[in-house]
Structure formats: structure tokens, C-alpha cells
Nanobody
Framework: QLQLAESGGGLVQPGGSLRLSCLAT????????IGWFRQVPGKEREAVSC????????TFARAVEGRFTISRDFANNAVYLQMNNLKVEDTAVYHC???????????????????WGQGTQVTVSS
């Protein structure tokens, strides 16, 4: 059974950077679309990014495009989300998840997310 564990969150000032890690156990991540979504209490969940099994396709929410990158580490069975030039509005709990595909545009669709981890808190504040 696939289990996902996020880490790397924390408190950072606006303009700063963080790298989130998604480490998988139980099954290899290769062959899966892996995405990140974020959640703020009282607000709709938001898809952030996704990477295809071959890494040839990466997608990003408009709000993070140009600031975030996503990558795979096949050797360590991990996916990373590099977040640069962070803004206060990026504050959220970030979850990594196995997805059915990497089409993340439009409203959040829970049915696209097959398994996800507990999340890691990212707080951007001065």
C-alpha cells in the first residue's frame, strides 16, 4: 500500500524559499502521476502542481507558475516541490498525492486524488 509523507514546511518571510519533500513507502512512485494541493481552513482546496510518471509533463496552478517547480527523485522514491519567491497567500497546509492525471486546471476535484499524505504547514509571514 502506498503511503506518502510530506516534510519541509515551516515559517518563511515573503520572498523566501522552501523545498517540500514527498517521500513514498510501500510502492514505487514511478508510474504514478504525483501532485501537490494545498488547503487553508475555511477555503476550498487548491491544486498546486503535478508531475507525470515520465517527468515530461509538469503542470502548475496559475497562482504559482514561474515561482514553483516540481521534480522527481526516482532513487529515493520522492517528489519535491521547490517554492521560490513565496507570498503570504501561499500560506497553507501542503499535501502530496497520487493523482489520476496531471490536468489540474479548474475547480478542485477530489476524485482526481487517489491517496495523499498528512500534509506539511507552510507559513509565509514577516
Amino acid at each position: 500500500q502506498l503511503q506518502l509523507a510530506e516534510s519541509g514546511g515551516g515559517l518563511v518571510q515573503p520572498g523566501g524559499s522552501l523545498r517540500l519533500s514527498c517521500l513514498a513507502t510501500g510502492r514505487p512512485l514511478e508510474g504514478f502521476h504525483i501532485g501537490w494541493f494545498r488547503q487553508v481552513p475555511g477555503k476550498e482546496r487548491e491544486a498546486v502542481s503535478c508531475i507525470s510518471p515520465s517527468t515530461t509533463v509538469t503542470t502548475f496552478a496559475r497562482a504559482v507558475e514561474g515561482r514553483f517547480t516540481i521534480s522527481r527523485d526516482f532513487a529515493n522514491n520522492a517528489v519535491y516541490l521547490q517554492m521560490n519567491n513565496l507570498k503570504v497567500e501561499d500560506t497553507a497546509v501542503y499535501h502530496c498525492a497520487r493523482r489520476s492525471d496531471c490536468i489540474i486546471a479548474g475547480p478542485f476535484r477530489e476524485e482526481d486524488y487517489l491517496e495523499w499524505g498528512q500534509g506539511t504547514q507552510v507559513t509565509v509571514s514577516s
